[in-house]
């Protein structure tokens, strides 16, 4: 697995001009950075909330958060740095590299981790300093590492009423069977046969129970997450009653570990199905 991005720049809207200047000379520069305006096709669309954790978490040499009284305020920079800190806890690397227009300070994020002050920094000697940083560097990505012992058990629930069954639900119970703590993320699921196309993996979202992952787990601490399963699921996956066809969850840590669950199969659902 490589790195996609060198570096990914997290920012208040607010301080967007500043940001850009910087983006664009590392882009000139041959640096692969994550900046949301040169990816906007292929932002469109996706789950965002996804998608970053994923960016930010996995596929990202360095995280340079742009620090302000904004970028405290905002919802999103708010969800980003916290991936962020949840990679840099598991893998006590350097992985963060704050840089700061004034003297904001970011709940989570230690004031003895070295930063750059750039109130009256140029964004041209910034980008200079980034490259720098970048070329004393090896780009050495976290290898996913795939757990042979498993600690998750996918299931079938249903919701009963006074009418009959309600709800059909897929539920994840994941277990942290490694004797220190780890933060878990979401888990994600394939299906032994492709529903379009090439496609065999996907991410339920009608969660019943809400979750707020990255979560970290002691060690044989749970969690379990229910997920709803809608019309269109039912549409898409009728074709494979009968065919032997299983569906499996995923776990990923912080860390690289990757978990898999029991296999189930798809007929067991349509069990339930009127």
Request: hydrophobic share 40%; glycine share 6%; net charge negative.
């Amino acid at each position: 697995m490589e790195y996609k991005y060198q570096v990914a720049l997290s920012f208040a809207g607010e301080d967007r001009e500043y940001v850009e200047k910087v983006a664009l000379i590392l882009k000139e520069n041959k640096i692969s950075v994550f900046y949301d305006k040169f990816d906007e096709l292929d932002l469109w669309g996706k789950d965002l909330g996804i998608h970053f954790d994923y960016i930010y978490r996995r596929q990202s040499k360095y995280f340079i958060p742009f620090i302000s009284s904004f970028y405290k305020e905002k919802i999103w920079t708010n969800f980003e740095i916290r991936n962020a800190l949840a990679r840099s806890i598991e893998n006590k690397e350097e992985y963060i590299l704050p840089v700061k227009f004034d003297d904001t300070e970011l709940d989570g994020l230690r004031s003895t981790i070295g930063f750059i002050n750039i109130k009256n920094m140029q964004p041209e000697e910034l980008a200079d300093r980034i490259l720098k940083k970048l070329g004393s560097e090896v780009n050495i990505p976290i290898p996913e590492k795939e757990i042979s012992e498993s600690n998750i058990y996918l299931s079938i629930y249903i919701l009963v009423n006074s009418f009959g069954i309600s709800e059909i639900c897929i539920g994840v119970t994941v277990t942290n069977i490694i004797k220190e703590h780890r933060y878990f993320h979401a888990p994600y699921f394939t299906i032994s046969q492709p529903v379009i196309g090439s496609a065999d993996t996907f991410q339920l979202v009608e969660s019943i129970n809400h979750i707020e992952f990255p979560i970290k787990m002691e060690y044989g601490e749970q969690y379990q997450i229910k997920y709803k399963l809608v019309e269109g699921f039912f549409k898409q996956f009728e074709k494979f009653i009968g065919k032997g066809v299983t569906i499996t969850a995923y776990v990923t840590t912080t860390i690289g570990e990757k978990f898999s669950s029991n296999p189930m199969p798809v007929d067991d659902i349509f069990k339930f199905k009127k």
